[in-house]
Protein backbone atom coordinates (compact mmCIF):
# COMPACT_ATOMS: atom_id res chain seq x y z
CA UNK A 1 0.00 0.00 0.00
CA UNK A 2 1.33 3.31 -0.98
CA UNK A 3 1.56 6.74 1.49
CA UNK A 4 1.75 9.71 0.43
CA UNK A 5 2.66 13.44 1.92
CA UNK A 6 0.67 15.97 -1.04
CA UNK A 7 2.49 19.38 -0.55
CA UNK A 8 2.93 19.18 3.61
CA UNK A 9 2.77 21.73 5.39
CA UNK A 10 3.14 21.69 9.24
CA UNK A 11 4.21 23.87 12.32
CA UNK A 12 4.59 23.18 16.09
CA UNK A 13 2.56 26.08 18.03
CA UNK A 14 3.29 29.11 15.52
CA UNK A 15 6.43 28.05 13.83
CA UNK A 16 6.34 26.27 10.40
CA UNK A 17 8.46 23.72 10.56
CA UNK A 18 7.22 22.00 7.02
CA UNK A 19 6.80 23.81 3.84
CA UNK A 20 5.17 22.07 0.59
CA UNK A 21 6.93 18.69 1.15
CA UNK A 22 6.30 15.89 -1.01
CA UNK A 23 6.89 12.38 0.18
CA UNK A 24 5.82 8.88 -1.72
CA UNK A 25 6.08 5.63 -0.02
CA UNK A 26 6.10 3.45 -2.31
CA UNK A 27 5.60 -0.82 -1.24
CA UNK A 28 8.60 -3.19 -1.43
CA UNK A 29 11.23 0.31 -1.63
CA UNK A 30 12.70 2.14 1.87
CA UNK A 31 12.45 5.53 1.38
CA UNK A 32 14.93 7.52 3.44
CA UNK A 33 14.47 10.66 5.19
CA UNK A 34 17.82 12.88 5.95
CA UNK A 35 18.25 16.32 7.06
CA UNK A 36 20.61 18.04 9.57
CA UNK A 37 18.74 18.63 13.29
CA UNK A 38 15.63 20.50 13.41
CA UNK A 39 15.22 20.16 9.67
CA UNK A 40 11.81 18.65 10.07
CA UNK A 41 12.66 14.93 9.34
CA UNK A 42 10.47 14.17 13.20
CA UNK A 43 7.81 15.93 12.41
CA UNK A 44 7.48 14.47 8.51
CA UNK A 45 7.00 11.13 9.60
CA UNK A 46 4.54 12.04 12.59
CA UNK A 47 2.14 13.59 9.66
CA UNK A 48 2.78 10.90 7.04
CA UNK A 49 2.06 8.13 10.13
CA UNK A 50 -1.48 10.49 11.17
CA UNK A 51 -0.18 11.31 14.57
CA UNK A 52 0.40 14.76 13.69
CA UNK A 53 -2.15 17.06 12.12
CA UNK A 54 -0.86 19.06 8.56
CA UNK A 55 -1.69 22.81 8.33
CA UNK A 56 -2.11 22.13 4.76
CA UNK A 57 -1.41 19.38 2.19
CA UNK A 58 -3.10 15.80 2.50
CA UNK A 59 -1.90 12.32 3.31
CA UNK A 60 -3.00 9.38 1.26
CA UNK A 61 -3.11 5.96 2.00
CA UNK A 62 -3.76 4.03 -0.61
CA UNK A 63 -5.38 6.90 -2.26
CA UNK A 64 -7.76 7.44 1.13
CA UNK A 65 -7.05 10.50 2.60
CA UNK A 66 -5.71 9.83 5.97
CA UNK A 67 -7.69 12.29 8.17
CA UNK A 68 -10.93 10.40 7.26
CA UNK A 69 -9.35 6.73 8.33
CA UNK A 70 -10.80 5.57 11.36
CA UNK A 71 -8.23 5.41 13.97
CA UNK A 72 -7.91 2.33 14.87
CA UNK A 73 -8.52 0.98 10.80
CA UNK A 74 -5.05 3.49 10.33
CA UNK A 75 -3.49 1.42 13.24
CA UNK A 76 -3.66 -1.95 11.37
CA UNK A 77 -1.78 -0.74 8.40
CA UNK A 78 0.42 1.65 9.57
CA UNK A 79 3.50 0.82 12.00
CA UNK A 80 5.20 3.35 13.75
CA UNK A 81 8.53 3.29 15.77
CA UNK A 82 9.86 5.84 17.83
CA UNK A 83 13.27 7.06 18.56
CA UNK A 84 12.97 5.44 21.93
CA UNK A 85 10.55 3.98 23.93
CA UNK A 86 9.83 4.64 27.53
CA UNK A 87 7.72 2.03 28.93
CA UNK A 88 5.84 3.32 32.40
CA UNK A 89 5.96 -0.45 34.13
CA UNK A 90 8.15 -2.87 33.91
CA UNK A 91 6.83 -5.01 30.93
CA UNK A 92 8.11 -9.14 29.14
CA UNK A 93 8.81 -8.30 25.55
CA UNK A 94 5.58 -10.43 24.82
CA UNK A 95 3.57 -8.53 26.67
CA UNK A 96 5.17 -5.28 24.50
CA UNK A 97 4.70 -7.02 21.20
CA UNK A 98 1.02 -8.10 22.50
CA UNK A 99 0.34 -3.62 22.94
CA UNK A 100 0.44 -4.24 18.78
CA UNK A 101 -3.02 -5.87 18.53
CA UNK A 102 -4.78 -3.34 20.09
CA UNK A 103 -6.13 -2.33 17.06
CA UNK A 104 -7.50 -5.24 16.76
CA UNK A 105 -9.32 -6.44 19.45
CA UNK A 106 -12.05 -4.09 21.10
CA UNK A 107 -13.67 -3.53 24.60
CA UNK A 108 -12.43 -5.54 27.68
CA UNK A 109 -11.56 -8.91 25.86
CA UNK A 110 -8.46 -10.75 25.37
CA UNK A 111 -6.56 -11.57 22.75
CA UNK A 112 -7.69 -15.05 20.69
CA UNK A 113 -5.17 -17.31 19.31
CA UNK A 114 -4.99 -15.26 15.99
CA UNK A 115 -3.53 -12.73 18.24
CA UNK A 116 -1.08 -14.97 20.22
CA UNK A 117 0.36 -16.33 16.43
CA UNK A 118 0.57 -12.91 14.81
CA UNK A 119 2.69 -12.22 18.12
CA UNK A 120 4.47 -15.14 17.67
CA UNK A 121 5.56 -14.09 14.26
CA UNK A 122 6.45 -10.99 14.43
CA UNK A 123 8.80 -11.89 17.64
CA UNK A 124 9.99 -14.96 15.43
CA UNK A 125 10.68 -12.43 12.45
CA UNK A 126 12.74 -10.22 14.47
CA UNK A 127 14.70 -12.99 15.93
CA UNK A 128 13.54 -12.74 19.61
CA UNK A 129 11.50 -15.48 20.37
CA UNK A 130 14.23 -16.62 23.15
CA UNK A 131 13.81 -13.23 24.70
CA UNK A 132 9.83 -13.49 24.71
CA UNK A 133 9.63 -13.73 28.74
CA UNK A 134 12.55 -11.22 29.77
CA UNK A 135 11.74 -7.97 31.05
CA UNK A 136 12.56 -5.21 28.38
CA UNK A 137 14.71 -3.52 31.05
CA UNK A 138 17.05 -6.92 30.96
CA UNK A 139 17.40 -6.72 27.35
CA UNK A 140 20.33 -4.56 25.18
CA UNK A 141 19.45 -1.14 23.50
CA UNK A 142 19.38 -3.21 20.30
CA UNK A 143 17.12 -6.30 21.21
CA UNK A 144 14.72 -3.59 22.86
CA UNK A 145 14.46 -1.72 19.64
CA UNK A 146 13.85 -5.12 17.31
CA UNK A 147 11.16 -5.86 20.46
CA UNK A 148 9.35 -2.05 19.44
CA UNK A 149 9.66 -3.29 15.98
CA UNK A 150 8.48 -6.54 16.48
CA UNK A 151 5.33 -4.69 18.63
CA UNK A 152 4.66 -2.32 15.46
CA UNK A 153 4.84 -5.65 12.85
CA UNK A 154 2.53 -7.55 15.46
CA UNK A 155 -0.08 -4.59 13.84
CA UNK A 156 0.36 -6.25 10.25
CA UNK A 157 0.90 -3.11 8.98
CA UNK A 158 1.23 -2.33 5.23
CA UNK A 159 3.76 0.74 5.67
CA UNK A 160 6.33 1.05 8.14
CA UNK A 161 7.71 4.68 9.70
CA UNK A 162 10.69 4.82 11.50
CA UNK A 163 11.76 7.71 13.20
CA UNK A 164 15.59 7.87 13.81
CA UNK A 165 15.31 4.06 15.22
CA UNK A 166 18.76 3.41 14.91
CA UNK A 167 20.49 6.40 16.68
CA UNK A 168 21.20 4.83 20.12
CA UNK A 169 22.29 1.75 18.80
CA UNK A 170 25.78 0.62 18.58
CA UNK A 171 27.43 -0.55 14.69
CA UNK A 172 26.61 -3.84 14.83
CA UNK A 173 22.80 -3.22 16.13
CA UNK A 174 22.41 -0.43 13.55
CA UNK A 175 23.03 -3.09 10.83
CA UNK A 176 21.09 -5.76 12.53
CA UNK A 177 17.91 -3.69 12.55
CA UNK A 178 18.44 -2.27 9.06
CA UNK A 179 18.64 -5.27 7.29
CA UNK A 180 15.81 -6.46 8.64
CA UNK A 181 14.01 -3.60 7.52
CA UNK A 182 15.14 -3.48 4.29
CA UNK A 183 14.18 -7.04 4.37
CA UNK A 184 10.76 -6.19 5.33
CA UNK A 185 10.35 -4.32 2.12
CA UNK A 186 11.94 -6.23 -0.31
CA UNK A 187 10.38 -10.04 0.70
CA UNK A 188 7.02 -8.68 2.73
CA UNK A 189 6.37 -5.55 -0.01
CA UNK A 190 6.37 -3.15 2.78
CA UNK A 191 6.36 0.46 1.92
CA UNK A 192 9.13 2.02 4.47
CA UNK A 193 10.27 5.39 5.56
CA UNK A 194 13.06 5.24 7.99
CA UNK A 195 14.73 9.24 9.37
CA UNK A 196 18.34 8.38 9.27
CA UNK A 197 21.17 10.44 10.83
CA UNK A 198 23.60 8.66 9.71
CA UNK A 199 24.13 9.03 5.68
CA UNK A 200 26.28 6.15 5.05
CA UNK A 201 23.65 3.55 6.29
CA UNK A 202 21.27 6.31 4.37
CA UNK A 203 23.34 5.42 1.09
CA UNK A 204 23.54 1.75 1.72
CA UNK A 205 20.42 0.74 3.00
CA UNK A 206 17.55 3.23 1.09
CA UNK A 207 16.12 2.94 -2.39
CA UNK A 208 15.03 7.02 -2.41
CA UNK A 209 16.36 9.60 -0.50
CA UNK A 210 14.29 12.89 1.04
CA UNK A 211 16.60 15.49 2.35
CA UNK A 212 15.25 18.29 3.91
CA UNK A 213 16.37 21.61 4.82
CA UNK A 214 14.74 23.84 6.96
CA UNK A 215 11.61 22.52 6.58
CA UNK A 216 11.86 22.01 2.53
CA UNK A 217 12.66 19.56 0.13
CA UNK A 218 16.35 19.96 -0.57
CA UNK A 219 16.86 16.89 -2.79
CA UNK A 220 15.17 13.80 -3.61
CA UNK A 221 15.59 10.80 -5.64
CA UNK A 222 18.05 7.59 -5.90
CA UNK A 223 21.12 7.93 -3.23
CA UNK A 224 23.32 8.49 -5.69
CA UNK A 225 21.68 11.70 -6.66
CA UNK A 226 21.24 13.06 -3.51
CA UNK A 227 23.98 12.72 -1.91
CA UNK A 228 26.41 14.79 -3.65
CA UNK A 229 29.18 17.02 -2.67
CA UNK A 230 27.81 20.59 -3.06
CA UNK A 231 24.42 19.80 -2.19
CA UNK A 232 25.53 18.16 1.15
CA UNK A 233 27.94 20.64 1.98
CA UNK A 234 25.28 23.54 1.93
CA UNK A 235 22.23 21.85 3.58
CA UNK A 236 24.78 20.34 6.43
CA UNK A 237 26.54 23.91 6.64
CA UNK A 238 30.35 22.25 6.95
CA UNK A 239 32.94 20.66 4.79
CA UNK A 240 32.84 17.23 3.84
CA UNK A 241 34.46 13.89 2.22
CA UNK A 242 31.84 12.83 -0.09
CA UNK A 243 33.44 9.60 -2.43
CA UNK A 244 32.21 6.19 -4.04
CA UNK A 245 33.46 3.39 -1.49
CA UNK A 246 35.57 0.18 -3.09
CA UNK A 247 33.01 -2.27 -1.11
CA UNK A 248 29.34 -1.15 -1.92
CA UNK A 249 30.19 1.57 -4.82
CA UNK A 250 28.07 3.75 -2.60
CA UNK A 251 29.34 7.17 -1.78
CA UNK A 252 31.16 7.32 1.49
CA UNK A 253 30.46 10.63 3.39
CA UNK A 254 32.87 11.95 5.78
CA UNK A 255 32.82 15.01 7.68
CA UNK A 256 35.91 16.72 8.31
CA UNK A 257 37.76 18.24 11.55
CA UNK A 258 38.74 21.63 11.70
CA UNK A 259 42.10 21.47 10.14
CA UNK A 260 40.87 18.89 7.46
CA UNK A 261 38.26 21.88 6.35
CA UNK A 262 41.01 24.99 6.38
CA UNK A 263 43.37 22.03 4.36
CA UNK A 264 40.50 21.96 2.16
CA UNK A 265 39.77 25.50 1.65
CA UNK A 266 43.77 26.52 1.35
CA UNK A 267 43.91 23.71 -1.38
CA UNK A 268 41.27 24.73 -3.74
CA UNK A 269 42.04 28.40 -3.16
CA UNK A 270 45.52 27.44 -4.80
CA UNK A 271 43.54 25.60 -7.27
CA UNK A 272 41.75 28.78 -7.74
CA UNK A 273 44.82 30.79 -8.46
CA UNK A 274 46.56 28.32 -10.54
CA UNK A 275 43.30 28.00 -13.00
CA UNK A 276 42.13 31.30 -13.10
CA UNK A 277 39.44 30.86 -10.61
CA UNK A 278 38.12 27.10 -11.40
CA UNK A 279 35.14 26.68 -9.04
CA UNK A 280 34.97 25.25 -5.44
CA UNK A 281 36.67 22.25 -4.03
CA UNK A 282 35.26 18.75 -5.11
CA UNK A 283 35.05 16.80 -2.06
CA UNK A 284 35.99 13.99 -4.49
CA UNK A 285 39.07 15.58 -5.65
CA UNK A 286 40.19 15.90 -1.98
CA UNK B 1 1.65 -22.24 31.22
CA UNK B 2 3.83 -19.06 30.74
CA UNK B 3 2.27 -15.94 32.32
CA UNK B 4 2.05 -13.94 29.77
CA UNK B 5 0.96 -15.91 26.99
CA UNK B 6 -2.35 -14.46 25.91
CA UNK B 7 -4.16 -17.57 25.88
CA UNK B 8 -3.99 -18.27 29.63
CA UNK B 9 -4.90 -14.11 30.21
CA UNK B 10 -8.47 -15.20 30.55
CA UNK B 11 -8.31 -18.17 32.45
CA UNK B 12 -6.03 -16.11 34.76
CA UNK B 13 -8.43 -13.54 35.04
CA UNK B 14 -10.87 -16.24 36.29
CA UNK B 15 -8.36 -17.20 38.62
CA UNK B 16 -7.51 -13.49 40.07
CA UNK B 17 -11.05 -12.62 41.01
CA UNK B 18 -11.23 -16.47 42.57
CA UNK B 19 -8.21 -15.73 44.83
CA UNK B 20 -9.62 -12.15 45.11
CA UNK B 21 -13.37 -13.27 46.46
CA UNK B 22 -11.81 -15.70 48.70
CA UNK B 23 -9.02 -13.53 50.11
CA UNK B 24 -11.59 -11.00 50.70
CA UNK B 25 -14.41 -13.00 52.37
CA UNK B 26 -11.33 -13.81 54.91
CA UNK B 27 -10.74 -10.91 55.71
CA UNK B 28 -14.17 -9.86 56.07
CA UNK B 29 -14.71 -13.05 58.30
CA UNK B 30 -11.15 -12.36 60.32
CA UNK B 31 -12.62 -8.70 60.56
CA UNK B 32 -16.07 -9.70 61.87
CA UNK B 33 -14.58 -12.45 64.55
CA UNK B 34 -12.06 -9.57 66.01
CA UNK B 35 -13.29 -6.60 67.71
CA UNK B 36 -12.43 -5.31 71.33
CA UNK B 37 -15.92 -6.21 73.08
CA UNK B 38 -14.72 -10.08 72.80
CA UNK B 39 -17.78 -11.43 71.42
CA UNK B 40 -17.87 -14.66 70.11
CA UNK B 41 -19.03 -14.67 66.83
CA UNK B 42 -19.91 -17.71 66.35
CA UNK B 43 -21.86 -17.66 69.42
CA UNK B 44 -23.05 -14.11 68.79
CA UNK B 45 -24.36 -15.59 65.25
CA UNK B 46 -26.96 -17.82 67.18
CA UNK B 47 -27.26 -15.83 69.68
CA UNK B 48 -31.63 -14.63 70.16
CA UNK B 49 -32.87 -11.85 67.96
CA UNK B 50 -32.46 -8.52 70.19
CA UNK B 51 -29.25 -9.99 72.43
CA UNK B 52 -26.25 -7.61 72.49
CA UNK B 53 -23.83 -9.92 70.49
CA UNK B 54 -25.84 -10.17 67.52
CA UNK B 55 -26.44 -6.19 68.02
CA UNK B 56 -22.46 -6.20 67.82
CA UNK B 57 -21.57 -8.36 65.58
CA UNK B 58 -24.60 -6.93 62.46
CA UNK B 59 -25.19 -3.65 64.04
CA UNK B 60 -21.80 -2.73 64.43
CA UNK B 61 -19.17 -4.74 62.89
CA UNK B 62 -20.50 -6.06 59.79
CA UNK B 63 -21.56 -2.15 58.18
CA UNK B 64 -18.30 -1.40 59.12
CA UNK B 65 -16.18 -4.01 57.66
CA UNK B 66 -18.39 -4.11 54.47
CA UNK B 67 -17.79 0.19 54.06
CA UNK B 68 -14.11 -0.84 54.79
CA UNK B 69 -14.26 -3.65 51.63
CA UNK B 70 -15.75 -0.99 49.48
CA UNK B 71 -13.51 2.05 50.64
CA UNK B 72 -10.45 0.17 49.74
CA UNK B 73 -11.80 -1.46 46.51
CA UNK B 74 -12.60 1.89 45.28
CA UNK B 75 -9.23 3.45 46.47
CA UNK B 76 -7.08 0.41 45.31
CA UNK B 77 -8.91 0.53 41.41
CA UNK B 78 -8.68 4.36 41.48
CA UNK B 79 -5.05 4.45 41.94
CA UNK B 80 -4.24 1.39 39.35
CA UNK B 81 -6.20 3.64 37.13
CA UNK B 82 -4.04 7.04 37.71
CA UNK B 83 -1.07 5.19 37.93
CA UNK B 84 -1.48 3.99 34.09
CA UNK B 85 -3.02 7.37 33.17
CA UNK B 86 -0.57 9.39 34.20
CA UNK B 87 2.59 6.60 33.81
CA UNK B 88 3.43 7.32 37.51
CA UNK B 89 3.95 5.04 40.01
CA UNK B 90 3.25 8.00 42.27
CA UNK B 91 -0.10 8.57 41.86
CA UNK B 92 -3.03 7.63 43.30
CA UNK B 93 -6.65 9.67 44.29
CA UNK B 94 -5.07 11.01 48.05
CA UNK B 95 -1.65 12.14 46.56
CA UNK B 96 -3.20 13.61 43.73
CA UNK B 97 -5.73 15.71 45.84
CA UNK B 98 -8.58 14.21 44.54
CA UNK B 99 -9.79 12.45 47.59
CA UNK B 100 -8.91 16.24 49.61
CA UNK B 101 -11.24 17.77 46.56
CA UNK B 102 -13.87 15.38 47.45
CA UNK B 103 -14.09 15.82 50.89
CA UNK B 104 -13.74 19.71 50.66
CA UNK B 105 -16.65 19.99 48.55
CA UNK B 106 -18.82 17.05 50.72
CA UNK B 107 -17.82 18.74 54.18
CA UNK B 108 -18.54 22.33 52.96
CA UNK B 109 -21.73 21.32 51.22
CA UNK B 110 -22.96 18.85 54.43
CA UNK B 111 -22.03 22.29 56.16
CA UNK B 112 -24.18 24.69 54.15
CA UNK B 113 -27.21 22.52 54.26
CA UNK B 114 -27.43 22.29 57.62
CA UNK B 115 -25.96 25.21 58.11
CA UNK B 116 -29.02 26.89 58.62
CA UNK B 117 -29.42 25.20 62.20
CA UNK B 118 -26.44 25.87 63.40
CA UNK B 119 -23.53 23.20 61.85
CA UNK B 120 -25.58 20.58 64.03
CA UNK B 121 -24.58 17.39 62.10
CA UNK B 122 -21.74 16.29 59.17
CA UNK B 123 -24.29 13.71 58.06
CA UNK B 124 -26.23 16.21 54.89
CA UNK B 125 -29.43 15.19 53.41
CA UNK B 126 -29.73 12.12 50.98
CA UNK B 127 -27.31 11.92 47.96
CA UNK B 128 -26.29 15.93 48.37
CA UNK B 129 -22.67 14.66 50.29
CA UNK B 130 -21.95 11.75 47.54
CA UNK B 131 -23.23 14.24 44.61
CA UNK B 132 -20.82 16.83 46.17
CA UNK B 133 -18.22 14.62 46.69
CA UNK B 134 -18.18 13.51 43.24
CA UNK B 135 -18.09 17.29 41.89
CA UNK B 136 -15.44 17.91 43.88
CA UNK B 137 -13.27 15.06 42.78
CA UNK B 138 -14.06 15.65 38.88
CA UNK B 139 -12.88 19.63 39.68
CA UNK B 140 -9.78 18.89 41.41
CA UNK B 141 -9.25 16.39 38.53
CA UNK B 142 -9.54 18.81 36.06
CA UNK B 143 -6.67 20.86 38.11
CA UNK B 144 -4.11 18.01 38.27
CA UNK B 145 -4.78 17.67 34.56
CA UNK B 146 -4.35 21.69 33.97
CA UNK B 147 -1.41 21.42 36.07
CA UNK B 148 -0.09 17.89 33.96
CA UNK B 149 -0.72 19.55 30.99
CA UNK B 150 0.45 23.48 31.84
CA UNK B 151 4.01 21.68 32.66
CA UNK B 152 4.10 19.58 29.83
CA UNK B 153 3.93 16.32 31.29
CA UNK B 154 3.06 14.63 34.95
CA UNK B 155 6.32 14.70 36.00
CA UNK B 156 6.65 13.66 39.72
CA UNK B 157 7.93 16.57 41.03
CA UNK B 158 4.42 18.72 39.68
CA UNK B 159 2.50 15.73 40.73
CA UNK B 160 3.83 15.71 44.37
CA UNK B 161 4.00 19.57 44.46
CA UNK B 162 -0.09 19.65 42.97
CA UNK B 163 -1.09 16.88 45.67
CA UNK B 164 0.44 18.26 48.76
CA UNK B 165 -0.53 22.11 48.22
CA UNK B 166 -4.37 20.09 47.30
CA UNK B 167 -4.57 18.60 50.22
CA UNK B 168 -2.74 21.10 52.90
CA UNK B 169 -5.25 23.22 51.56
CA UNK B 170 -8.76 20.78 51.96
CA UNK B 171 -7.13 20.04 55.57
CA UNK B 172 -6.89 23.33 56.14
CA UNK B 173 -10.30 24.70 54.97
CA UNK B 174 -11.53 21.56 56.81
CA UNK B 175 -9.87 22.30 59.89
CA UNK B 176 -11.05 26.09 59.66
CA UNK B 177 -14.67 24.61 59.16
CA UNK B 178 -13.92 22.34 62.34
CA UNK B 179 -13.82 26.04 64.24
CA UNK B 180 -17.19 26.88 63.60
CA UNK B 181 -18.91 23.71 63.99
CA UNK B 182 -20.50 22.30 66.98
CA UNK B 183 -17.51 20.90 69.52
CA UNK B 184 -19.59 17.46 69.33
CA UNK B 185 -18.59 17.46 65.40
CA UNK B 186 -15.07 18.61 65.85
CA UNK B 187 -14.29 14.49 66.12
CA UNK B 188 -16.05 14.09 63.04
CA UNK B 189 -14.43 16.05 61.16
CA UNK B 190 -10.96 14.97 62.05
CA UNK B 191 -11.88 11.63 60.83
CA UNK B 192 -12.88 12.95 57.32
CA UNK B 193 -9.19 14.55 57.12
CA UNK B 194 -7.00 11.69 58.30
CA UNK B 195 -9.61 8.90 57.08
CA UNK B 196 -11.89 7.20 59.05
CA UNK B 197 -14.40 4.39 58.52
CA UNK B 198 -17.41 5.96 59.31
CA UNK B 199 -21.28 3.97 58.91
CA UNK B 200 -23.42 6.69 57.60
CA UNK B 201 -26.37 5.18 57.07
CA UNK B 202 -27.47 2.27 54.57
CA UNK B 203 -27.63 4.95 51.11
CA UNK B 204 -23.92 6.07 51.91
CA UNK B 205 -23.21 2.53 52.03
CA UNK B 206 -25.25 1.57 49.15
CA UNK B 207 -23.66 4.65 47.00
CA UNK B 208 -20.22 3.35 47.58
CA UNK B 209 -21.32 0.27 46.43
CA UNK B 210 -22.89 1.55 43.17
CA UNK B 211 -19.96 4.00 42.19
CA UNK B 212 -17.49 1.31 42.79
CA UNK B 213 -19.26 -1.36 40.83
CA UNK B 214 -19.75 1.58 37.95
CA UNK B 215 -16.00 2.97 38.14
CA UNK B 216 -15.00 -0.67 37.88
CA UNK B 217 -17.36 -1.15 35.27
CA UNK B 218 -15.97 1.97 32.98
CA UNK B 219 -12.42 1.19 33.69
CA UNK B 220 -12.60 -2.34 32.65
CA UNK B 221 -13.59 -1.30 29.30
CA UNK B 222 -10.63 1.33 29.26
CA UNK B 223 -7.57 -1.47 30.39
CA UNK B 224 -6.53 -2.04 27.06
CA UNK B 225 -6.40 1.44 26.04
CA UNK B 226 -4.21 1.86 29.53
CA UNK B 227 -1.81 -0.54 28.73
CA UNK B 228 -0.92 1.09 24.95
CA UNK B 229 -0.20 4.05 27.54
CA UNK B 230 2.50 2.27 28.65
CA UNK B 231 4.36 3.13 25.79
CA UNK B 232 3.29 6.97 25.93
CA UNK B 233 0.69 9.03 24.95
CA UNK B 234 2.74 8.96 20.89
CA UNK B 235 2.82 5.68 21.14
CA UNK B 236 -0.52 4.79 22.05
CA UNK B 237 -2.21 6.98 19.15
CA UNK B 238 -0.46 5.02 16.73
CA UNK B 239 -1.93 1.97 18.33
CA UNK B 240 -5.32 3.58 17.14
CA UNK B 241 -6.09 4.63 20.98
CA UNK B 242 -8.36 7.61 21.39
CA UNK B 243 -6.14 9.12 24.21
CA UNK B 244 -8.25 12.25 25.22
CA UNK B 245 -11.36 9.82 25.88
CA UNK B 246 -9.68 7.52 27.42
CA UNK B 247 -8.46 10.28 29.91
CA UNK B 248 -12.58 11.71 30.04
CA UNK B 249 -13.36 7.76 31.17
CA UNK B 250 -10.49 7.25 33.42
CA UNK B 251 -11.18 10.47 35.24
CA UNK B 252 -14.91 9.63 35.35
CA UNK B 253 -14.57 6.60 36.76
CA UNK B 254 -11.94 8.00 39.74
CA UNK B 255 -14.28 10.74 40.72
CA UNK B 256 -17.22 8.01 41.22
CA UNK B 257 -14.94 5.93 43.17
CA UNK B 258 -13.76 8.62 44.80
CA UNK B 259 -17.32 10.22 45.65
CA UNK B 260 -18.50 6.59 46.71
CA UNK B 261 -15.22 6.39 49.13
CA UNK B 262 -15.28 9.83 50.69
CA UNK B 263 -18.65 10.14 52.03
CA UNK B 264 -17.81 7.05 54.51
CA UNK B 265 -14.44 7.49 54.87
CA UNK B 266 -13.22 10.91 54.52
CA UNK B 267 -9.47 11.19 52.84
CA UNK B 268 -7.46 7.67 53.69
CA UNK B 269 -4.15 7.54 52.16
CA UNK B 270 -2.05 5.92 50.72
CA UNK B 271 -4.11 2.84 49.87
CA UNK B 272 -4.09 3.04 46.13
CA UNK B 273 -0.69 4.05 46.27
CA UNK B 274 0.44 0.67 48.04
CA UNK B 275 -2.27 -1.65 46.44
CA UNK B 276 -1.56 -1.55 42.48
CA UNK B 277 2.03 -1.86 42.99
CA UNK B 278 1.75 -4.78 45.00
CA UNK B 279 -0.33 -6.69 42.24
CA UNK B 280 1.19 -6.06 39.81
CA UNK B 281 4.04 -7.65 41.57
CA UNK B 282 1.95 -10.67 41.52
CA UNK B 283 -0.11 -10.66 38.16
CA UNK B 284 2.23 -8.49 35.97
CA UNK B 285 1.73 -5.23 33.73
CA UNK B 286 -1.91 -6.01 32.21
CA UNK B 287 -4.58 -3.68 33.43
CA UNK B 288 -7.05 -6.01 32.77
CA UNK B 289 -5.80 -8.17 35.56
CA UNK B 290 -4.38 -4.97 37.71
CA UNK B 291 -7.04 -2.92 38.07
CA UNK B 292 -9.70 -6.14 39.20
CA UNK B 293 -6.68 -7.12 41.41
CA UNK B 294 -6.48 -3.74 42.86
CA UNK B 295 -9.97 -3.63 43.54
CA UNK B 296 -9.93 -7.37 45.89
CA UNK B 297 -6.42 -6.01 47.21
CA UNK B 298 -7.75 -2.70 47.85
CA UNK B 299 -10.52 -4.24 49.83
CA UNK B 300 -8.05 -7.12 51.73
CA UNK B 301 -5.88 -4.18 52.59
CA UNK B 302 -8.28 -1.29 54.04
CA UNK B 303 -10.59 -4.58 56.06
CA UNK B 304 -7.28 -5.38 57.60
CA UNK B 305 -5.96 -2.07 57.89
CA UNK B 306 -9.32 -1.13 59.45
CA UNK B 307 -9.44 -4.20 62.30
CA UNK B 308 -6.10 -3.42 63.86
CA UNK B 309 -7.10 0.42 63.97
CA UNK B 310 -10.01 -0.56 65.69
CA UNK B 311 -8.20 -3.28 67.71
CA UNK B 312 -4.52 -2.26 68.36
CA UNK B 313 -5.55 0.62 70.99
CA UNK B 314 -8.80 -0.38 72.43
CA UNK B 315 -10.95 0.96 73.42
CA UNK B 316 -9.50 4.02 71.43
CA UNK B 317 -11.13 3.54 68.23
CA UNK B 318 -7.79 4.67 66.05
CA UNK B 319 -9.09 6.62 62.42
CA UNK B 320 -7.95 4.27 59.91
CA UNK B 321 -5.58 6.91 58.03
CA UNK B 322 -3.35 6.53 60.75
CA UNK B 323 -2.53 3.02 59.97
CA UNK B 324 -2.18 3.28 56.20
CA UNK B 325 0.07 6.46 56.25
CA UNK B 326 2.28 4.20 58.73
CA UNK B 327 2.34 1.68 56.07
CA UNK B 328 2.51 4.18 53.41
CA UNK B 329 4.57 6.36 54.24
CA UNK B 330 7.90 4.86 54.01
CA UNK B 331 6.85 2.86 50.95
CA UNK B 332 6.38 6.26 49.08
CA UNK B 333 10.05 7.24 50.08
CA UNK B 334 11.16 4.14 48.63
CA UNK B 335 9.24 4.87 45.64
CA UNK B 336 10.11 8.00 45.40
CA UNK B 337 14.00 6.89 45.80
CA UNK B 338 13.70 4.12 43.20
CA UNK B 339 11.78 6.53 40.09
CA UNK B 340 14.79 8.84 41.55
CA UNK B 341 17.47 6.43 40.68
CA UNK B 342 15.78 5.08 37.44
CA UNK B 343 15.07 8.53 36.05
CA UNK B 344 15.47 8.91 32.15
CA UNK B 345 16.49 5.58 31.77
CA UNK B 346 14.93 4.13 28.45
CA UNK B 347 13.37 0.99 29.34
Avoid at chain 1, 73 to 95: I, K
Avoid at chain 1, 111 to 135: C, I, K, S
Avoid at chain 2, 223 to 228: K, V
Wanted: proline share 5%; with cysteine.
Amino acid sequence: MRLEGLAIDAAWGRAQVLHEVTATIEPGAVLGIIGPNGSGKSTLVRVLAGLKRPLRGEVRLGGTSLALVNRRVRARQLGFVAQETQLAFPMTVRELVLLGRTPYTAGPGFEGPGDARAVAAALERVDLTRYAERFCDRISGGERQRAVLARALAQEPRVLLLDEPVSFLDLRHSVLFLDLVRDLARDEGLAVAVVLHDLNLAAMYCDQLLLLAQGRVAAAGRPADVLRYETLRTVYGTDLYVAPNDVTGQVVVLPLAREHRQQLAASSLRARDDDGGGGGGSGADY
Amino acid sequence: MNPAAPRALGRRWLELNLLGALLTLGALAAALAIGPSGINPVLAMVAPEGSPERAILFGARLPRVLVAALVGGALGTGGAALQALLRNPLACPHVLGISGGAALLAVVVAGLSTGALGWVTLAGPGLLVPAAAFVGALASAALVQGIARATGRATPQTLLLSGVVFNAFSAAAITLISAVVEPTQVQNLLGWVVGAIAVRGNLWTGVAALTLAAGLAVLVFAARDLNALGLGEEGARSLGVNVRRTRLRVYLAVALLVAGAVPVSGMVGFVGLIVPHAVRLLVGADHRLVLVGSAWGGAVFLVLADTLARTVLAPVDLPVGVVTAFCGGPFFLFLLARQGRAGGRPS
